[in-house]
């Protein structure tokens, strides 16, 4: 039979430890140095709520089942299925307590299964609604008073805790008489509380009035694949065609970084309209590119935001390609684009791409959210189904409800979704193919879009149809020269002014446009349209503007001759204006030293032609060299992390490596990690009463007497308070000197040990930080 959760624990075999450590990732982060300390860990208040936030609430009632139960004493699953009321012949209990002993939320020996010590106090004090058990049981009588039964009734469900009811009425003498017969407890002079095995028994011995072990499916609206497919089809090359829109946009007109980062509202606004949506969409386009890492903020003064090497990879690639690796990116982000327009707690609003957006746990909502659409194919859920499913998933940790709206929404928005319904690429998505790769993600998706077509119908009123979806090539060429009037099984465009000034602008010619425009239409290219461009590129090549960095001017044309021909001097893009004055791409001063370095002697002149001094050069931060610095250390919960954990842990449990048990004159280790100073070091004194002050004198202990190891301290300490047993406690006095007592433990919570001294009959408490050592006495 074991005796403690500690002993347990350290019985674990390698793999069932391992499996603890995959199922509550925090126990190994950082690396516990014993065993012990592990089991302390695992028992901790802090571990444990974060272990229960992520249970189901068929688990959390067998767990309340468990503690209601046990009351110290071992309980067998076929008592824990029974008081919920599990059918029988069921393994859904039996399973649920074999993952909860997984996780160590359980433990059990030859004779039942027990919770794991300080589960009580995160689930409360009333376990399924029950109140606190007693020893002194008393038969309940064969006649209760007039008025009792009703106040027994509204207490056995829970909360067990009720008000006493004003004196001299027929309420307070009902339940006068139900505390003088043991039925009710007073906890003050105005409450009272049902025990625990009287609430049992008006429940008929069950924990809970119905059982919760099977996840809801709630009625959704059958949609059929062919449907949420085609759907899903037409919104991924919406969302690839608006993320390259942006790019080409911000490319040309790059807005402008806010100085408390983010993109303004105006800009915002203005991409609205650039990709004819709403503003919540636009912003969901800018996060969903920036997470892609298509565009970013280009580190000048002032920053802009511009695309990145990145998006020029990208706008090579076919739409199933670009849309693969959009979702990729999406099912890693930790933002939320849904919180744009919305204000913080300081009253600002939040913008796009605003460091505020950032929320670690929302990869892990939106892979709930895609399991819970996977787990019903073929069925649309709405926010209100879904948040029924999560609630049940994660009672003590419900998402908000605009979060569970914003990543359907973002869904829909990028195909993973149609009509409500997961997608056939969605599926791809919701079971994490795309860490595996985006060529997955990529082949779902052409299995799921209609055919390319390579030719637009030109017509005589200046538009064009394309029948069907156009190849890359032909969406480039159309971006580039005509602006969209409609979408969906044919694309209609209209080329004008403005759109063919646009394709000219981005180096095409109106020769090289036309021919390539009557090279992708089925019938020549029609007179109208000729006109059009042959017009616009006329006056397009009328004027030309273009941009130089630095200028070199003499009085003299013979000083400057040759010099733009010099292929010595080519790296400094010299242009010849005229025949005394040079344009270069390169800095005045570059240009000045080089000219000088070649025999020229030249002088610097600022914009107005007065002279300059000598130009000093400024050093700037190479900022791909600082990009590549090593980044702080990141936590590893991998496979191959948890094995050396549990190497390490069997090594100092087999004595070949120090257990963290410091020797004499060994720097300390105590529970709260406080240093053992000569003198107080600020933090709570040791509180002792008056009788103890008058007792005996104190002994000071030798440095690194007992255990002195953080984790094994509190473990000894949690199983003396749990036994009732007598430890010796080495701890820092209110001199700053060590001092050494018996203590039998009475409560460890909030950093506090408060203690009976058995030998002077006293109560102290103790700052956890300021224990040294603890040794246990057998």
Do not use: C
Request: net charge negative; proline share 9%; no cysteine.
């Amino acid at each position: 039979m074991v005796g403690s959760f500690t002993e347990w624990v350290r019985n674990r075999s390698d793999d069932e430890l391992l499996e603890l450590l995959a199922a509550r990732p925090d126990l190994g982060t950082p690396a516990p140095s014993t065993l012990r300390s592990l089991a302390a860990r695992a028992a901790s208040r802090t571990s444990l709520d974060r272990a229960l936030s992520h249970l189901d609430a068929g688990t959390l009632q067998v767990l309340e089942s468990l503690l209601a139960l046990s009351e110290g004493t071992p309980v067998r699953p076929d008592q824990v299925a029974a008081a919920i009321g599990a059918p029988e012949g069921g393994t859904a209990v039996g399973h649920m307590l074999d993952g909860a002993r997984t996780a160590a939320l359980v433990w059990d020996d030859e004779d039942g299964v027990l919770p794991t010590p300080g589960l009580e106090d995160v689930l409360g004090p009333y376990p399924a609604g029950l109140g606190p058990a007693r020893e002194d049981r008393r038969p309940a009588p064969a006649d209760l008073p007039p008025g009792a039964q009703p106040i027994l009734d509204a207490l056995a469900w829970g909360p067990p805790v009720g008000v006493v009811p004003p004196a001299g009425t027929g309420p307070r003498r009902a339940v006068d008489a139900l505390v003088e017969a043991g039925l009710l407890l007073r906890t003050d002079a105005r409450h009272v509380v049902l025990p625990r095995d009287v609430g049992l028994s008006l429940r008929g011995g069950r924990t809970h009035r119905t059982p919760d072990l099977d996840p809801p499916r709630p009625d959704g609206r059958g949609v059929p694949t062919a449907g949420a497919d085609a759907e899903a089809a037409t919104a991924a090359l919406e969302i690839v065609r608006q993320v390259a829109r942006l790019i080409t946009s911000w490319e040309d007109a790059p807005p402008s970084v806010l100085r408390a980062g983010g993109l303004g509202v105006r800009d915002l606004r203005r991409t609205a309209l650039l990709l004819d949506t709403d503003e919540p969409t636009a912003a969901f386009v800018v996060e969903l590119a920036a997470s892609a890492g298509l565009v970013g903020d280009d580190g000048e003064a002032p920053a802009s935001f511009v695309p990145t090497v990145r998006a020029d990879a990208w706008e090579e690639a076919d739409d199933a390609d670009r849309w693969a690796e959009l979702v990729t990116a999406w099912t890693g982000s930790r933002r939320t684009p849904w919180q744009v327009g919305s204000r913080d707690e300081k009253g600002t609003l939040r913008a796009p791409l605003s460091p505020d957006l950032h929320r670690p746990w929302v990869a892990r909502l939106r892979a709930a959210v895609l399991d819970v659409l996977a787990a019903q194919p073929g069925t649309a859920l709405g926010p209100e189904e879904v948040m029924t499913v999560l609630r049940w998933r994660s009672p003590r940790a419900v998402p908000a409800e605009a979060a569970l709206a914003g990543l359907l929404r973002e869904a829909a928005l990028l195909g993973v979704t149609g009509a409500g319904a997961l997608s056939s690429p969605g599926h791809v998505v919701a079971s994490g193919a795309e860490d595996g790769g985006p060529a997955l993600l990529a082949e779902a998706l052409r299995r799921a879009l209609p055919a390319e077509v390579d030719e637009v119908l030109l017509q005589g009123d200046l538009t064009g149809i394309v029948p069907g979806r156009p190849s890359l090539a032909l969406s480039r060429l159309l971006d580039q020269s005509a602006d969209y009037e409609s979408r969906g099984a044919a694309t209609t465009v209209r080329f004008s002014t403005g759109s063919v000034t646009r394709a000219l602008d981005h180096g095409r010619s109106g020769e090289d446009l036309l021919a390539e425009l009557a090279g992708r239409s089925p019938v020549p290219v029609p007179q109208p349209l000729e006109y059009l461009v042959k017009d616009t590129a006329r006056r397009h090549e009328a004027v030309r503007v273009g941009s130089a960095t630095s200028y070199v001017r003499a009085a003299d044309p013979a000083a400057l001759a040759g010099l733009a021909e010099d292929g010595r001097l080519a790296s400094l893009g010299l242009v010849r204006l005229a025949p005394t004055v040079l344009a270069s791409s390169a800095p005045a001063a570059e240009l000045h030293e080089t000219l000088r370095r070649y025999g020229l002697l030249s002088g610097l002149e600022g914009p107005d032609g007065r002279p300059l001094g000598p130009v000093r050069r400024t050093v700037r931060l190479d900022r791909a060299a600082w990009s590549r610095r090593p980044s702080a250390p990141v936590r590893d919960t991998s496979a191959d992390a948890r094995a050396a954990v549990i190497a390490r842990l069997r090594r100092a449990a087999s004595g070949t490596e120090a257990a963290g048990t410091a020797g004499a004159g060994s720097g300390p280790a105590a529970p709260g990690s406080a240093g053992r100073s000569t003198a107080p070091d600020g933090g709570t004194p040791v509180r002792v009463s008056a009788a103890d002050r008058d007792g005996p004198p104190v002994t000071s202990a030798a440095v690194g007497h007992g255990t002195s190891e953080p984790g094994d301290a509190l473990a000894l300490l949690h199983d003396a308070l749990r036994d009732g047993r007598t430890v010796r406690v080495e701890m820092v006095g209110p001199a700053g000197a060590l001092q050494q007592r018996d203590l039998k433990p009475m409560r460890l919570e909030g950093g506090r040990l408060r203690a009976l001294d058995p030998q002077r009959e006293a109560e102290l408490t103790i700052a956890v930080h300021r224990i040294a050592s603890v040794e246990p006495i057998d």
